[in-house]
């Protein structure tokens, strides 16, 4: 697993530690990603490139499959499934799948870090024509970079709840967790906004044994956390 912020790979190993017991966990962390992209106004060629050499490295180290964690990268799981012929996820696909997948018409996506929002939209969308083409879908965002520096789950979940009542998200009928980080926030927020709140690691998790140990893997699906 790659990872961008030491609180999403905390998130990421309790949930292969639940649902992919077998996994031998390896964790590549850049704490700098995300910064800068921040400075950067987003990806640049250059933070693509530093990307795919972290994959690289991942890969010529005997890596089986790979999660990566940090969403604001995900477009570079693309060109990395291109380049490499084991199972490379992306953060949150499996979580959008089963959303897309489930009776939502109207999702909500929360974040707190600004490219984490069209990186979540971006995947959303490119999933509707495979997963629902027949029934309609509206999406809106909210984020909040307060709950980024919250000192706890608490007030990381008002800090969203705050932006999802601003963005009129309010009325959605689910939200979906844009960040792994966010995760520990999920139960606080769903009694906040009356919501079933998603969230992406245990799918992610499901997906990579359901690939790889296909006697054993069970339905990529996402778990809400009911208000």
């Not at 990186?119 to 490119?126: F, H, I, R």
């Not at 309010?170 to 967790?177: G, K, N, T």
């Amino acid at each position: 697993m790659i990872h961008a912020v030491p609180s999403g790979a905390r998130v990421a190993e309790q949930a292969f530690a639940r649902e992919f017991p077998q996994a031998a966990v390896w964790n590549v962390m850049d704490d700098r990603l995300l910064d800068d992209a921040r400075l950067a106004g987003g990806l640049t060629d250059t933070l693509r490139r530093r990307m795919l050499r972290l994959i690289g490295h991942v890969m010529d180290g005997g890596a089986q499959g790979l999660l990566l964690t940090c969403s604001s990268y995900g477009e570079v799981v693309d060109t990395a499934r291109t380049l490499w012929d084991v199972p490379v996820l992306k953060s949150d696909e499996a979580m959008f799948k089963a959303a897309l997948a489930g009776p939502y018409r109207r999702i909500a996506v929360v974040a707190s870090t600004p490219p984490a929002v069209p990186a979540a939209v971006t995947q959303l969308e490119a999933l509707v024509p495979a997963v629902r083409p027949d029934r309609p879908l509206d999406i809106v965002t909210a984020l909040s970079e307060d709950a980024a520096d919250a000192d706890d789950a608490e007030a990381t979940a008002r800090h969203l709840a705050d932006a999802l009542r601003a963005a009129g998200g309010a009325d959605a009928d689910a939200v979906l967790l844009a960040q792994y980080s966010l995760t520990p926030a999920a139960e606080a927020l769903a009694a906040l906004v009356e919501l079933p709140v998603l969230d992406g690691a245990g799918a992610a998790a499901r997906e990579l044994r359901g690939l790889l140990l296909p006697g054993e893997g069970r339905p990529a699906t996402a778990a809400a956390v009911a208000p």
